[in-house]
């Protein structure tokens, strides 16, 4: 099946740095979402980017879907930007369920 | 994208016991899943809840440990069955948007069941 690897696997930064994720997948996708991982556990999507760019305040992320790869952009990160970072994807080949990546941890420091 | 609510938000049970989690969804959506999360790990999968039908079932999850009901298009329930320490997880709802609903696109999730099974 798809392998969906995400680097780096953790992430230490000083609050307004910038930082870039990267999520790379195996084989032809359909979908694809960026999701953040709150410490109290909840999944919030940031990103529906199945192709292209889109821009949310100091996020943005970028889909390139024929080389394999999408990448996460935060930029002037604050505390509240801690917690795990996924992405999610729905391979071409016959199924419509999201296979997750392997995560990001990210700390932002005071 | 539509709300999921989920019930309850945490619990600690016994061994050998099961938990039924409730997930309700603000409106209709056409697909509902369910998720499993051990400790520092991704989201796996574990079903497909099918309205009025048996749920779909990934591998290594079967039907009499993990029961599924789906009796309409904005309820589900999972239950976790005869529980033992490594069903400790958080569980976790989701439902799928359509592109034609009018709203975000793709999974949108529910806060999350925290279980310790001691």
Redesign the interface.
């Known amino acids: 099946g798809i392998q969906v690897e995400q680097s780096p696997p953790d992430l230490i930064l000083q609050e307004g740095a910038n930082s870039t994720l990267r999520c790379n997948f195996s084989d032809s996708v359909n979908n694809l979402q960026w999701f953040h991982q709150n410490p109290w556990g909840q999944l919030i999507n940031l990103f529906y980017i199945p192709s292209g760019t889109k821009q949310n305040g100091r996020l943005s992320a970028t889909t390139v879907a024929t080389e394999r790869y999408s990448l996460l952009y935060i930029s002037s990160s604050q505390t509240t930007d801690s917690g795990v970072y996924f992405c999610a994807v729905v391979p071409t080949s016959g199924t419509y369920k999201y296979i997750f990546g392997t995560g990001t941890r990210l700390k932002v420091l005071a | 994208?539509a709300v999921i609510s989920q019930k309850p938000s945490r619990d600690i049970c016994q061994r050998g016991t099961s938990l039924t989690i409730q997930c309700q969804v603000d409106s209709q959506v056409t697909?509902m899943?369910w998720y499993r999360?051990q400790p520092g790990q991704?989201?796996?999968?574990i079903a497909?809840a099918n309205q009025g039908s048996e749920a779909t079932y990934e591998s290594g999850f079967v039907i009499d440990k993990f029961p599924i009901s789906r009796p309409n298009l904005t309820f589900s329930t999972l239950t976790v069955s005869n529980m033992s320490p490594e069903d400790s997880s958080?569980y976790?709802c989701s439902g799928?948007e359509t592109l034609t609903s009018g709203r975000?696109?793709?999974?949108?999730?529910g806060?999350?069941t925290?279980l310790t099974v001691l």
Do not use: D, E, N, V
Not at chain 2, 42 to 45: E, F, G
Not at chain 2, 104 to 109: A, E, I, M, N, S
């Open positions: 994208s697909m899943f999360q991704s989201l796996t999968l497909t958080i976790l799928k975000t696109p793709g999974q949108f999730f806060p999350g925290r």
